[in-house]
């Protein structure tokens, strides 16, 4: 590993942010509207994951494990809306992807420089909409039991 390479991770990682802000933005917007009309924002908040999930990178339908788990997120929230069950098939989903795939990809490009950077932006822009989603949730559900 390269000193120079921790400084192009560095960077990719802070343009995917910002090219993620209206994703962020989103769910922050639901967030705010949740205070006032919870109903109104867990239809908001459905309309944007199921978007999400239904748009994901190839990456994540590819692997296995993943490609399931996020079959359970999506058919969870299609049948139960942001219930437990939902919550749970996101988070597992959020941890594998994490674990099976973003990690190694990192760490195959600190190692050997091989994989490409639009792939490991393209890998970083899920995790930070899965993280989102699952924060967004997590309020939703704690808004709606107050």
Do not use: W
């Not at 090219?19 to 006032?36: Q, W």
């Amino acid at each position: 590993m390269k000193r120079g390479d921790l400084r192009t991770l560095s960077g990719m990682f802070g343009n995917v942010a910002n090219r993620s802000r209206a994703f962020l933005d989103s769910c922050s917007e639901t967030r705010l509207l949740a205070v006032s009309n919870i109903e109104e924002a867990s239809r908001e908040y459905e309309k944007l994951a199921r978007d999400t999930l239904q748009n994901v990178s190839s990456h994540l339908s590819s692997n296995k494990l993943c490609s399931q788990l996020l079959s359970d997120a999506y058919n969870a929230l299609q049948n139960g809306g942001i219930n437990q069950d939902y919550v749970t098939a996101l988070r597992m989903l959020r941890d594998t992807f994490l674990r099976d795939i973003l990690r190694p990809a990192v760490a195959d490009f600190l190692r050997n420089g091989s994989a490409s950077d639009r792939d490991l932006e393209e890998l970083y822009s899920q995790q930070i909409k899965m993280d989102s989603l699952l924060g967004t949730a997590h309020f939703l559900r704690k808004t709606r039991n107050m």
